[in-house]
């Protein structure tokens, strides 16, 4: 499995500037990182009654790349998905159909997707530079929340269970907020 020219050519130059810092936790979490992106399965469903089937959603879109899912914990036909190269993708049928919902993201490198479980319509995307994005309608369209970050790398989300104002961001040079 190739990856895209684009995707590669980046990782490439990360990889070789931490090279040349010679700082062994940065060059061990961009191989792992290349490793993931080159090494990822087409991502399905999986039913878990008798035996572990797997059934491909990805096919369906043609999106080779997909970081993030999410699934309605109120409604599981919806099911949200990020890409590397094509912003978020939505599902309201379990995955049969989908539809792009990337209104008013600056960025379509889309690096983590998490969803509100007590409000399953609000969800949140961290992007390649762009920041974090808030969408209030199932996915549709954003807006960006990014009052306080210093670095708009963000490589991983997270929703406080219990209090789901809470919104967590991991970046990629510059730590968790």
Known sequence: MQAEPRVCSRLKKKTFSLLEEKNEKKL??????????LVSLPVGAVNAENDVVWSPL???IGVPYILG???????????????ISDGVFVSNDG?????????GLTSLEIYSLA???????TL?????????FKSDDGGWSWSAVNDGLTNLEIWSLAVDPQT??????????GGGF
């Open 28 to 37: 061990f979490n961009a191989i792992l990182i290349i490793v993931l992106l």
């Open 58 to 60: 990805s096919r369906r």
């Open 69 to 83: 899912l999410a699934v309605d914990p109120h409604d599981p036909d919806n099911i949200y998905m990020s890409t």
């Open 95 to 103: 995955g049969e159909n989908w539809g792009i919902g990337n209104i």
């Open 115 to 121: 969803i509100d479980p007590q409000m399953p319509g």
């Open 124 to 132: 949140y995307v961290g992007t390649a530079d762009s920041g974090v």
């Open 164 to 173: 789901p104002t809470t919104l967590y961001a991991g970046s990629w040079e």
